[in-house]
Nanobody
Framework: QVQLVESGGGLVQAGGSLRLSCAASGRTFSRYVMGWFRQAPGKEREFVVAITWSGSSTYYADSVKGRFTISRDNAKNTVYLQMNSLKPEDTAVYYC????????????????WGQGTQVTVSS
């Protein structure tokens, strides 16, 4: 069992930066692929980025490549999302998720979800 708690969301102007954190409970955190998804009002939840258990491989949605960076610290049971050059279209609730196997990109592959943190980018 893994419990996930996101933090770091907020209101920022376009072009600004935010760093999200996701703290995980459970001793098996290092075995899980960790992902970030987001959901804007009236839209489906969409994939943002994922990182393998070792951190050696990362997978990004085209819309955030070059602007967002995912990292993890297995010793701290934490995964981070550094978001730079934010745009109004990045406004959404951001969710941290964990899974052991399956597609990196599909919500249905992920077994555990956090409660989400709101990111609002003003123009």
């Amino acid at each position: 069992q893994v419990q996930l708690v996101e933090s770091g969301g907020g209101l920022v102007q376009a072009g600004g930066s935010l760093r999200l954190s996701c703290a995980a409970s459970g001793r098996t955190f290092s075995r899980y692929v960790m992902g970030w998804f987001r959901q804007a009002p009236g839209k489906e939840r969409e994939f943002v980025v994922a990182i393998t258990w070792s951190g050696s491989s990362t997978y990004y949605a085209d819309s955030v490549k070059g602007r967002f960076t995912i990292s993890r610290d297995n010793a701290k049971n934490t995964v981070y999302l550094q978001m730079n050059s934010l745009k109004p279209e990045d406004t959404a609730v951001y969710y941290c998720a964990a899974h052991y196997s399956g597609s990196y990109y599909s919500t249905s592959s992920y077994d555990y979800w956090g409660q989400g943190t709101q990111v609002t980018v003003s123009s």
